[in-house]
Nanobody, 116 residues
Framework: VQLVESGGVLVHPGGSLRLSCAASGIIFSIYSIRWYRQFPGKERELVAT???????DYAVAVKGRSTISRDNAKNTVYLQMNSLKPEDTAVYYC???????????WGQGTPVTVSS
């Protein structure tokens, strides 16, 4: 099983980016896919969820300026982030969760830096 994130870049405040998470080795459509982020010295925090059933959810910190989407045909989930702020600077991780499986799968992370 592999989850591979991409799209992390250096972007100016107010800018946008799109993160991608490509999965292999799982029946992608049955997994809920989540984006987490981790600040230095902090625990990972949940950013957005695209559930297997089709619902989406966002952390308060990114709600209204982020959109999570998924393409089951491509086994890929995207996170579009707009109006980026310096406090969005973090390493972003993709997570695959199936409630009938005892543990989750994680990607290696992709760094996002928001700075002028």
């Amino acid at each position: 099983v592999q989850l591979v994130e991409s799209g992390g870049v250096l972007v100016h405040p107010g800018g946008s980016l799109r993160l991608s998470c490509a999965a292999s080795g799982i029946i992608f459509s049955i997994y809920s896919i989540r984006w987490y982020r981790q600040f230095p010295g902090k625990e990972r925090e949940l950013v957005a969820t695209f559930a297997a059933g089709g619902t989406t959810d966002y952390a308060v910190a990114v709600k209204g300026r982020s959109t999570i989407s998924r393409d089951n045909a491509k086994n890929t989930v995207y996170l579009q982030m707009n109006s980026l702020k310096p406090e969005d600077t973090a390493v972003y991780y993709c997570n695959a969760h199936w409630n009938r499986f005892p543990y989750d799968y994680w990607g290696q992370g992709t760094p996002v830096t928001v700075s002028s």
